[in-house]
């Protein structure tokens, strides 16, 4: 074991996972791989994926399982990979045997290009520098080589040489290989020769029996047609190989909480289920489902993957209603646009600063994980990523001004709704109203219930929304449900939209409907408040109207605004009339 060859951190890195309590068995991509083995059309491989997807658990596995200086029968006899996968007889039988005569059978080389990169001046010394500890290596498992006596600062060369001299191919394990072409740090010409060197590395090598290469970003249009085309690419928006190793299937997660037993499959569904493979099965983030498990908390581990910045910067490009698209998002909506996949090339048009247009934007939000695509239509994957798209539209320094107030103004809102002050709440929707309305703009039930959406933002905080939820004996507008943990306690909030109408009359759908029905079933147990807003385009002005009652509907108070009354030609002022 050494440095490069049959890297001996990875052996480490891969035995520490597979002893972990909550290790998920993802061995048969071995299987899949070893049909490649040697196969001029086939055997170079590129999987993109987002951070903390398992890219590189997967790349720890494969140097373990073939690298020849590496005892792995006792780990891999447990495995899948050693029982075959097909349901075919004599296919699987073949795989069986495949798995027997690969294992341990190659010299591996694995390559971070990510590692350690920022100590060296240039990138011609970082590669010297692999060069250099792949001669320790040779040293180590080779001492008598005649490779040593002739070694030159030409990493191609020296494994050519090493082939010759011992007839043994090697399998290739590129780990973060676009980390040198995202970062800013390198200029156009370092990215370029960068490119030259993967080229020069694994094109038309015959000393290569197979290659892997990972990271986030895929190898582009561009690359792939000629400088790199000798790779089968999968990435975000287009793998339907080799999804169901990266991240965690339903079926997955189901038998993880079954040695969990405090966290349920429901609990980690909302939170970080959602990505999306070519046929619509769903994918979990393994890095939050993980650590979910081990600390029996849900909350939100993304974060402490790294900065969401990116996203901010994404979505203050001043493109044509991107901001809108990430607040529909928000709302639980899909957006329908036609993606290709963002790659290399994209990245360099960035450098030369032209602005990405909304498809690219959005290709680029779904190779960083931050979207899922499916069927022509991007989402907000999970809970997880909801709450940090709301965190960068909370951030009053970036270019969001106008949705930051907003989305500040929705603290008050809640909180004078559950204190049922209508009038300000009058107050704060013609406000809002005047924000996101334009003159002119056809007012129709969509544009009224997207101000409620706005006026109502950060209660996400604290609530379930659903919206047009079947519910009683039909489909209420919008209905707040406490979270988990205020569940027993907190006020639930149904909301009934009118135009030109009364809020009363919207209650009286509430009523009519049954919006209510079965909240007690369901477990909870607070106070329920029935909202009625009414939209009078004549006057341009909002009347508000609150029911509240408690978990059993007996009748607590009523509460509306002048404007409410002034409709029904009730001239009292603001009251709450308790019963």
């Known amino acids: 074991m050494g440095l490069v060859i049959d890297n001996i951190d990875m052996r480490e890195k891969f035995k520490g996972i597979f002893r972990q309590k909550y290790f998920v068995d993802k061995s048969n991509i071995i299987n899949d791989f070893n049909k490649l083995i040697e196969d001029e059309s086939s055997k170079y491989v590129c999987i993109t994926k987002p951070r903390r997807f398992g890219k590189t658990s997967i790349a720890a596995m494969l140097v373990t399982y ?48 990510s590692k350690n990169v920022f100590s060296f001046e240039t990138l011609d010394a970082f590669i010297s520098s692999i060069n250099m500890e792949l001669k320790t290596d040779i040293e180590e498992l080779y001492p008598n080589s005649k490779v040593l006596n002739a070694y030159k600062d030409n990493i191609v060369y020296n494994l050519k040489k090493l082939y010759l001299e011992t007839d043994k191919k090697f399998i290739l394990v590129i780990d973060e290989w676009d980390y040198i072409i995202t970062n800013k740090e390198f200029s156009d010409k370092e990215r370029n020769n960068y490119i030259k060197f993967l080229k020069y590395l694994i094109k038309d090598n015959s000393f290569l029996a197979f290659a892997y290469m990972t990271g986030i970003t895929p190898i582009a249009k561009e690359l792939s047609q000629s400088t790199l085309n000798c790779f089968s690419e999968y990435t975000m928006l287009n793998d339907d190989q080799y999804y169901e190793y990266f991240g965690f299937t339903e079926e997955e997660v189901n038998k993880l909480c079954s040695k969990n037993k405090k966290l349920t499959f429901k609990d980690l569904e909302n939170w970080y289920n959602g990505y999306k493979s070519y046929d619509g099965k769903k994918i979990f983030n393994t890095w939050s489902v993980i650590h979910a498990l081990n600390k029996n908390t849900i909350k939100n581990y993304w974060s402490l993957t790294g900065s969401f910045n990116e996203v901010k910067r994404m979505i203050n490009y001043d493109i044509i209603g991107v901001k809108e698209d990430i607040l529909e998002m928000i709302n639980g909506n899909e957006i329908e646009i036609q993606l290709e996949n963002y790659g290399v090339e994209d990245i360099r048009k960035e450098s030369e600063n032209n602005e990405p247009v909304k498809e690219v934007l959005y290709s680029k939000m779904v190779t960083f994980g931050y979207l899922t695509y499916y069927k022509g239509k991007i989402s907000i994957p999970n809970e ?188 009292e002022s603001d009251v709450v009339r308790n019963n």
Do not use: W
């Open 66 to 113: 073939y690298s020849k200086s590496i005892d792995s029968k006792e780990i891999f006899d447990k495995l899948k990979v050693s029982k075959g996968k097909s349901s075919d007889i004599k296919e699987k039988e073949n795989e069986i045997k495949q798995c027997k005569e690969y294992q341990g059978k190659y010299r591996t080389i694995y390559l971070d290009l």
């Open 384 to 571: 997880e990523l909801k709450e940090e798209f709301i965190k960068a539209l909370n951030d009053k320094k970036s270019d969001m001004q106008y949705f930051y107030d907003m989305i500040k103004n929705s603290d008050e809102m809640l909180e004078v709704t559950l204190h049922k002050n209508v009038k300000r709440m009058c107050e704060i929707l013609d406000k809002s109203h005047m924000e996101k309305i334009s003159p002119g703009d056809k007012l129709d039930h969509g544009n009224l219930k997207r101000v409620i959406d706005y006026s109502y933002f950060n209660a996400r905080a604290k609530y379930d929304i659903k919206e047009e939820s079947p519910d009683g004996h039909g489909r209420a507008d919008v209905i707040f449900l406490p979270k988990e943990k205020n569940k027993v306690n907190g006020e639930i909030i149904i909301i009934e939209l009118k135009v030109n109408s009364t809020a009363k009359k919207a209650i009286n759908q509430i009523h009519q409907k049954k919006y209510y029905n079965n909240l007690k079933e369901k477990g909870y147990n607070g106070n329920v408040l029935l909202i009625g807003i009414n939209y009078d385009q004549k006057e341009g002005k909002y009347s508000c109207m609150i029911e509240e009652y408690d978990i059993n509907m007996k009748k607590l108070s009523t509460s509306e605004s002048e404007a409410e009354r002034k409709r029904r030609n009730e001239p």
